[in-house]
């Protein structure tokens, strides 16, 4: 299965409090190495998230599934209404 691996760094600058130095897709192996690391090296000046890559969505006019990108915006995601009033 393939995740969406998002790096953040704390960066004072910015609203949240952190910026997003980067965004990469790995495999299942990749993020539990990952995982492992930043455990056993806690770094709080640095922070991991994984997503999966894909998501399965119910379509809202025909009722069958189908499977978007993790990031897709609402306005092309057909389980929402805003999909289908455009």
């Not at 949240?16 to 990749?30: N, T």
Request: proline share 5%; aromatic share 10%; hydrophobic share 30%.
């Amino acid at each position: 299965m393939k995740y969406i691996e998002l790096l953040y760094q704390k960066d004072r600058r910015y609203k949240g409090g952190e910026k997003l130095i980067s965004r990469r897709e790995v495999d299942e192996s990749v993020m539990r190495f990952a995982l492992q690391v930043s455990q056993a090296n806690p770094d709080d000046k640095w922070r991991l998230e994984y997503h999966p890559a894909t998501k399965t969505v119910v379509n809202l006019m025909s009722g069958k599934e189908v499977e978007i990108d993790y990031d897709t915006p609402r306005s092309c995601d057909p389980s929402s209404e805003l999909y289908w009033s455009m």
